[in-house]
């Protein structure tokens, strides 16, 4: 019943050394480390780390950032490990899968991704259809509210932080606080998905 560390940069030249300091003082017997961005199929050293895990083992993050590529790998991952009896636990988030507020947050995760699913040729549709009968003007699309609500419910019930939850939705942090604000006045409209913090 090892704890295990896994940290992430995405290219050679950045610091592992914050995220190793992390794991190593919250007990990781032993830390797999690799240099490459997330969205490669195959990283060296988490290959290494999935064959070295064994049931009742936890895998320890700084973040789920350095752990998953996206929303839909790492509730995949998540149902892989729990059938494996494998634990998750993100620092930065709080997140313990072996606890109920962990569990739920990650239920909440898996909650949202499956009405975008469900919702996405709904929304797709609806846009085209406003496209249409505004004319095509071009320009940068505008982020979809459904993805800015599903983004605040888990911001303000969850723990998670600001960061992470705009990762996770894949919107910017100024949308996300630009929307936050709307709702705060009682108002609720689309803003671009481009603005830059």
């Excluded at 988030?93 to 469900?118: C, P, V």
């Excluded at 797709?124 to 993805?147: C, E, F, I």
Aim: proline fraction near 3%; charged fraction near 30%.
């Amino acid at each position: 019943m090892a704890r295990v560390g896994y940290a992430r940069v995405s290219s050679r030249d950045q610091n592992l050394d914050s995220q190793i300091d992390m794991l190593t003082a919250t007990g990781c017997e032993k830390i797999f480390e690799d240099k490459i961005s997330g969205v490669k199929e195959s990283r060296p050293e988490w290959d290494r780390l999935l064959e070295f895990l064994r049931p009742g083992d936890t895998i320890v993050v700084a973040e789920l950032s350095r752990m998953t590529r996206s929303l839909m790998h790492l509730l995949s991952l998540v149902k892989k490990f729990e059938r494996q009896g494998i634990e998750i636990v993100s620092l930065r988030e709080h997140i313990d899968s072996s606890t109920a507020t962990g569990r739920a947050f990650l239920s909440i995760l898996g909650a949202i991704n499956q009405m975008e699913r469900e919702l996405k040729s709904e929304r797709a549709a609806a846009g085209r259809a406003s496209a249409k009968a505004r004319g095509r003007t071009g320009g940068r699309p505008r982020t979809d509210l459904s993805k800015l609500e599903n983004a605040r419910v888990l911001y303000e019930n969850s723990g998670a932080s600001s960061a992470n939850v705009c990762t996770t939705f894949g919107i910017s942090r100024r949308t996300f606080f630009n929307y936050l604000a709307e709702c705060r006045k009682g108002k609720e409209i689309p803003v671009s998905p481009h603005q830059s913090v």
